[in-house]
């Protein structure tokens, strides 16, 4: 089975532009959940989307959001990115539904830089 | 919100020793699942264990064990026989049993030394 992917893998902005990152989950899997990791806040959850809805929501701005689509196949887009957006975003992808034990499967990540 | 702590930014061993990372959760809920993620200089982050909380069996995987103490909300990762390609940062993770959102520690930096 192919494992979780993301594109593009490195990306360059400058303040005030927009970005959308893009996550393929394994096959069969339904659950995407996206994650912001930078060195000092470590890995801070974004959300998380199952059969195109949000199903989870963390502690971040509405300049952030996403979308899944029929193929589980997620996007998440930044608005008006600020300095502080610079981090690798993951992406990682599971079963979604529940029980024991439905493990996330991590992608190799987005490197955003914001100048 | 569950929390999920570990106290130990760094951690080093020698080639071929054992090294034991800690972790401790914070819960309410008696269904849950633990795992332990690697995420070496490459940033892809790596399943190493998973541990669920109804087994009281620790779960092992090769030179890889865990110490799951439910009581205590403690759930340490012990690595035998250690070597360079384990050179890391760990993460400890907690998901509940009745959702899909993880809860990660803020990891531990293990260097092995040859």
């Known amino acids: 089975k192919a494992g979780v992917t993301q594109t593009p893998r490195y990306l360059i902005k400058t303040r005030g532009q927009q970005v959308t990152l893009s996550c393929s989950p394994i096959s069969g899997h339904r659950s995407v959940s996206w994650y912001q990791q930078t060195p000092g806040q470590g890995l801070q959850f974004l959300f998380e989307y199952f059969s195109e809805t949000q199903r989870n929501k963390g502690n971040f701005p509405g300049r952030f959001s996403g979308r899944q689509f029929s193929n589980s196949r997620s996007e998440m887009n930044v608005s008006t990115l600020e300095l502080g957006d610079s981090a690798l975003y993951l992406c990682?992808?599971?079963?979604?539904?529940?029980?024991?034990?439905?493990?996330?499967?991590f992608g190799p990540g987005t490197r955003l830089t914001v100048l | 919100a569950q929390t999920v702590t570990q106290s130990q930014p760094e951690m080093s061993v020698q080639e071929a020793e054992t090294v034991t990372l800690s972790c401790t959760y914070d819960t309410s809920e008696s269904d849950y699942y633990l795992f332990w993620y690697k995420q070496p200089p490459s940033r892809q982050m790596i399943l190493v264990i998973r541990?669920?909380?109804?087994?009281?069996q620790n779960a092992t995987e090769n030179r890889f064990s865990v110490n799951f103490q439910k009581a205590a909300k403690s759930f340490s990762l012990k690595i035998s026989d250690s070597q360079l390609g384990d050179a890391a940062m760990y993460f400890c993770a907690y998901r509940s049993g009745t959702g899909n959102q993880f809860y990660f520690g803020t990891g531990t930096s293990l260097t092995v030394i040859p």
């Open positions: 990682a992808s599971s079963r979604g539904a529940g029980g024991a034990p439905d493990t996330q499967y």
């Open positions: 541990q669920e909380a109804y087994k009281q």
